[in-house]
């Protein structure tokens, strides 16, 4: 199944952003950790016009600690106007380190009557209302679980300086990299009506069992571990009892099972993408 997925309101927010990046100090692009790349929208280097760039990992909880690691060497190693943190958006410690490297970034601004403007911006449901909320001490953007929930441009003063410009997230349009594509919506970024469940749960199977096989049979308690990814998929299914008549194993619930394990780091902290091997 080719997974397509571009809400409307998406077209608008490249539109917003282009506009206001003349006037912003510090561009704060919101990734999933576990998915740095695949979580990314290349639009964006084409429209933060040289700005100081702030790639902030989030869900690191979740992620591969060794790989989030890896990737912060690569983006900064490899564009010197970028830096990267790696942070859970919902820990007031760990947010705020996020306009501490814009401040150190842009140190004449931030002062009263020079607010330091900083845009933030990340496709749907990698953490940026979270970020926002965690940041101002109150929610004013929308959390939840379904993708693409803010859906228009606001300013918000967080009272240090700093003045946030939020986005709608943006979404890159056309999902060419299919590989990516499935690693959004394992992840859970993708709206349910653009995928098929059974699909993208076997692609998560595979990937598990090709890299994170010790997980998988410490969650499932499984003796001896499938060969192929739909073995792996019935035999969850059986462990978390997704049985439909006649004990046949009901496909559609055990990839909900491993997709909202996947999802919750219930089979525990996993990257589905590495970095780039370097010569």
């Known amino acids: 199944m080719t997974i397509k997925w571009f809400p409307g309101h998406m077209s608008t927010a490249r539109k917003q952003i282009a506009e206001a990046m003349p006037k912003i100090d510090v561009a704060i692009e919101v990734l999933d950790a576990r998915l740095p790349v695949s979580s990314g929208n290349p639009l ?10 702030i790639k902030v990992l989030n869900k690191a909880d979740l992620a591969d600690p060794q790989v989030t690691k890896d990737w912060i060497r690569f ?29 150190s970034l842009i140190p004449h601004r931030g002062k009263p009557g ?40 606001q300013q918000i003063d967080l009272r240090n300086g700093v003045l946030l410009y939020d986005t709608p997230g943006i979404l890159w349009p056309n999902l060419e990299d299919q590989q990516g594509a499935y690693r959004l919506a394992a992840s859970g970024a993708i709206g349910d009506n653009a995928m098929d469940y059974e699909s993208v749960a076997l692609f998560a199977a595979e990937f598990l069992l090709q890299n994170y096989s010790e997980f998988l049979a410490q ?30 194993v009901d496909s559609y619930r055990a990839a909900e099972a491993l997709l909202r394990d996947l999802q919750g780091g219930k089979i525990g902290r996993i990257s589905l993408e590495t970095p780039p091997q370097e010569d």
């Open 219 to 248: 969650r499932y308690k499984l003796k001896a571990l499938p060969a192929e990814a739909v073995e792996l998929l019935d035999e969850i299914g059986r462990k978390r009892g997704c049985l439909g008549a006649g004990g046949v």
């Open 75 to 103: 983006f900064e190693k490899n564009d010197k106007g970028v830096r990267a943190l790696a942070i859970n958006a919902g820990k007031k410690g760990e947010a705020t380190r996020v306009p501490n490297l814009c401040r």
């Open 44 to 53: 964006l280097a084409e429209l933060r016009q040289h700005k100081p760039v």
């Open 114 to 153: 020079r607010p330091l403007r900083v845009m933030i911006m990340g496709i749907p449901n990698v953490g940026k209302s979270t970020l926002i909320n965690t940041l101002a001490g109150k929610r004013i953007a929308r959390v939840g679980d379904r993708p693409a929930i803010t859906r228009s441009a």
